[in-house]
C-alpha cells in the first residue's frame, strides 16, 4: 500500500516538474520574441535617428538641469549634422 501511495507521490511530482519545464519553455521563447522585437524597434529609431535626436537631447537636458539645454543642445545638432 505504501509502495502504491510513494509512486503516485512521483508521478505527481513528475508531472509538476514538466510542467515548469514547459513554463520555463514558454517564457524563454517570450523573452526571445521580446528581445527581437526590442531591436526591430532600436533599428527603426536608428533609421529615424537624424530628425529625433535634438529633441531627445533638449528633454534629457530639462529633465536633469536647465542651464545645460544649450550646450547639449548644440551637441545633438553638432552630432546630427556629423551623421
Known sequence: MMMMLVLVVVMMMMMVL???L???MVMMMMM???MMMMMMMMM???MMITVDFRYIYIYIAEFQH??????VGT????SA???
Request: net charge positive; charged share 15%; aromatic share 0%.
Open 32 to 34: 526571445m520574441m521580446m
Open 44 to 46: 527603426m529609431m536608428m
Open 66 to 71: 536647465i542651464r545645460r539645454i544649450r550646450t
Open 22 to 24: 514547459m513554463m520555463m
Open 75 to 78: 551637441g545633438a545638432t553638432t
Open 81 to 83: 549634422h556629423e551623421t
Open 18 to 20: 514538466l510542467l515548469l
